[in-house]
Structures are given as structure tokens and as C-alpha cells.
């Protein structure tokens, strides 16, 4: 079975540009959530989506928004980049619903602003 | 939210056991204790996860007290592949909606 796939696997834009990163889940998992990881914040949570909807949203700016479409693929956008939006943006995926699935991660998605 | 609290790192031998403790002292009875590796640039691994009983899977152990408010992966024969960081993490369900919360995490150096 497949794993998580996120794509770009590494971007450079320019602030106060947009960007869209994109999740694939694993065959058959309904809940996609998406963290950013920093040296020095370490990995925090973004927001959580189940079958098109978002459940939870993490501590992050308007800036930051996701939608997840009916295959459960995802995506997230940044928009008005800034400097400290350079991190490593990380999806993962799970059955959904039940605190004893398991969160399969991908290898993320290393976001350089410039 | 339950927190945890991790040794910054730590160093094992290769070959011998690696035991990380982990301290989650908040957690609360519905509340699932789990464990993931990262290995630089790379997504973090899951490994292992448990509520009450002691767990056992192909990768590592699960030792979790009988008050829940600490819990240690052992990785029975460490080699220089497991070198990463590890993270204990206490999940929850609020509202149906998940999300993980992690903490810095432990080091892991497995030596030569």
C-alpha cells in the first residue's frame, strides 16, 4: 500500500507570494491534518479535515487554509508569504475518528521563503 | 491538553536495549499514548501506541504504568539505523476532531 505522498517535496518563493501544497493519503484513510515543523516552534498543528470538512484548526493566521476534496486528497495555502513561513509542512493521514489509528505521516513538503 | 516531557537525548549502544522514558502525568483515561521517530528530512514514523496494557509490535515495546503517567519504548537491539528523534505523544479527541501534539523530543544516538 502506498504511503502518503505530499508534492512539491521542496519550494523557494518569494514573500508575499502564494503558495499550494498538496497531500495524496493513503488508500482508504478519511482524515487528513497538516503540521509545520520548525527548529525552533518543533511541529505544530495546522488543521485536521474528514470527508471535506475541517474539524480542527490549529493556532496559525487566515493566512494559512486547507480544503480536502472527495478522494480525500488535500491541499493547503499559504498566502502573503513571509519570511518566517520557511519550515517543513508535513500531512498526514488516518482511518479517522477513533484516538487508536494510527497518523501516518509524509516526508513532507520544505517550503524556503525568500 | 496533556503535554509530555522527554530527556533531551540520550546515547545507547548498538546492539543493546534503548529504553526512552516519557512522562505524560496529565493524561487523561481516553487518551492514547503513542510514539513516532523522525529521522532528518523526513516525515516522523510511527512506531508504537497504547492506552493501558503493554504493547509489542515488529519495531519496539510499549511499557506503560499502571497509573498512565508515564510510559517507556524500548527498542530491544538498537542499531545505527534507529539513530533519530523520538517523540512521545499524548493523542486526543475533542469534538471528533484530532490532532497531535508534540513535544521536542528525545535525541537518540546509537553508537558504534
Known amino acids: 500500500k502506498a504511503g502518503v505522498t505530499q508534492t512539491p517535496r521542496y519550494l523557494i518563493k518569494t514573500r508575499g507570494q502564494q503558495v499550494t501544497l498538496s497531500c495524496s493519503p493513503i488508500?482508504?484513510?478519511?482524515?487528513v491534518s497538516w503540521y509545520q515543523q520548525t527548529p525552533g516552534q518543533g511541529l505544530q498543528f495546522l488543521f485536521e479535515?474528514?470527508?471535506?470538512?475541517?474539524?480542527n484548526k490549529g493556532n496559525f493566521p487566515g493566512r494559512f487554509s486547507g480544503r480536502q476534496f472527495s478522494n480525500s486528497r488535500s491541499e493547503m495555502n499559504v498566502s502573503t508569504l513571509e519570511l518566517g513561513d520557511s519550515a517543513l509542512y508535513l500531512c498526514?493521514?488516518?482511518?479517522?475518528?477513533?484516538?487508536?489509528?494510527?497518523?501516518?505521516f509524509g516526508n513532507g513538503t520544505r517550503l524556503t521563503v525568500t | 491538553d496533556a503535554k509530555t516531557t522527554q530527556p533531551t537525548s540520550m546515547d545507547c549502544a548498538e546492539g543493546r536495549a534503548a529504553n526512552l522514558p516519557c512522562n505524560h502525568s496529565?493524561?487523561?483515561?481516553?487518551?492514547?499514548v503513542y510514539w513516532y521517530r523522525q529521522i532528518h528530512s523526513q516525515g516522523p514514523q510511527y512506531i508504537i501506541h497504547?492506552?493501558?496494557n503493554n504493547e509489542t509490535n515488529e519495531m519496539a515495546s510499549l511499557i506503560i504504568t499502571e497509573d498512565r503517567k508515564s510510559s517507556t519504548l524500548i527498542l530491544p537491539h538498537a542499531t545505527l539505523r534507529d539513530t533519530a528523534v523520538y517523540y512521545c505523544?499524548?493523542?486526543?479527541?475533542?469534538?471528533?476532531?484530532?490532532?497531535?501534539?508534540f513535544g521536542q523530543g528525545t535525541r537518540l544516538t546509537i553508537n558504534p
Open positions: 498526514a493521514s488516518s482511518l479517522g475518528g477513533a484516538s487508536n489509528s494510527p497518523l501516518h
Open positions: 505523544i499524548v493523542r486526543f479527541i475533542i469534538q471528533g476532531a484530532q490532532k497531535l501534539v
Open positions: 497504547g492506552l493501558k
Open positions: 496529565t493524561i487523561s483515561g481516553n487518551e492514547y
Open positions: 488508500s482508504g484513510h478519511r482524515s
Open positions: 479535515y474528514f470527508s471535506e470538512t475541517q474539524r
